[in-house]
């Protein structure tokens, strides 16, 4: 069976949207480097809010850094249409909850398809209230992202809360390469891990990893 080409599914759907009124689109993002090709990209298309809801982010100073790079971001990004903030909190007790039991699985599986379902739920819970015309994450331009399963809760949210979610796989048609030349371009922080005290542990011991391999190799110089 083949897999859905959700970007070229973006792009038919982008040909037909109306120039006026703006369509108006509640975008989850995750951070700022991931968030710069989607703006530059989507911008052009939509009235965009943005959602910082990332309760698995860890430790709180990351998240506030992580926020206030966003900010940065959306003030220095031309952008030909508006871009705003939806009012957000940071609540980690949430994403501790909704993982519970989960803590040892590994990186990309099954826990983090969890903190998928809760960051989107609730992109989808304040589109519904915001009377958004489309919902969507910024998730899919990682390559360590599974955007197939992004999508597929995405869809279901769409027909649970009632707002179109707009299909997407951003790291196609080299958005995550342009994503890394903007972040170049503004300075912006790239974090070494996705977010939670989890990834973070998992970051910390391949550095580790890696820096035992280099006195490796440097010691049988000598």
Do not use: W
Not at 96 to 108: D, H, K, N, Y
Not at 113 to 118: S, T
Not at 174 to 190: C, D, H, V
């Amino acid at each position: 069976m083949n897999k859905r080409n959700y970007q070229r599914e973006l792009d038919s759907l982008l040909e037909a949207l109306p120039s006026s009124p703006l369509p108006r689109l509640l975008l989850h993002a995750c951070c700022a480097p991931c968030s710069s090709y989607v703006l530059e990209y989507l911008s052009r298309y939509f009235d965009i809010t943005l959602l910082f809801y990332n309760p698995n982010i860890f430790p709180s100073e990351e998240y506030e850094k992580r926020y206030a790079e966003l900010k940065r971001l959306v003030q220095e990004l031309p952008h030909p249409n508006p871009i705003s903030f939806a009012v957000c909190s940071y609540d980690p007790d949430a994403f501790f909850s909704a993982v519970r039991g989960m803590e040892s699985f590994p990186e990309g599986g099954a826990r983090c398809a969890v903190c998928y379902r809760l960051r989107l739920t609730e992109a989808a819970k304040a589109a519904k209230d915001g009377g958004f015309d489309y919902f969507t994450t910024t998730l899919s331009i990682s390559p360590m992202k599974d955007a197939e399963k992004l999508n597929a809760i995405g869809a279901e949210l769409a027909k649970q809360y009632g707002v179109a979610y707009l299909f997407s796989d951003f790291k196609k048609r080299e958005g995550y390469k342009r994503s890394i030349t903007l972040s170049q371009e503004y300075g912006l922080y790239r974090q070494n891990y996705c977010g939670c005290i989890f990834s973070r542990a998992e970051a910390e011991k391949r550095i580790s990893r890696q820096q035992e391999t280099i006195n490796t190799a440097q010691a049988n110089l000598k």
